[in-house]
């Protein structure tokens, strides 16, 4: 959640990533950033059924550990959502 120059709040689902502060400053540098404006909810909702129907019948740690991954980054972009939209 952060503060644009115009004193609006705008709401970002990030991949993993870090923030610097400095002097009332942040640099934040992350993979991916999605606005959650833009985001789209059943979308997300279709991609999260799909993964975890993906995590049912993978086959192997490296397909089971990307599909996570996977599934974390949706339910990322789900609570970003949520924050937007007040629920």
């Not at 610097?20 to 950033?33: C, K, T």
Request: with cysteine; aromatic share 4%; proline share 0%.
């Amino acid at each position: 959640n952060l503060m644009d120059d115009t004193g609006n709040s705008r709401i970002f689902a990030t991949t993993d990533g870090f923030a610097e502060v400095h002097r009332n400053n942040i640099a934040i540098l992350v993979d991916n950033a999605d606005a959650a404006a833009d985001l789209n909810g059943d979308n997300i909702i279709g991609d999260i059924d799909n993964i975890r129907k993906n995590l049912e019948t993978a086959e192997g740690e490296f397909e089971r550990k990307q599909l996570k991954r996977q599934l974390e980054i949706c339910e990322n972009k789900q609570k970003a959502l949520e924050m937007l939209n007040g629920t």
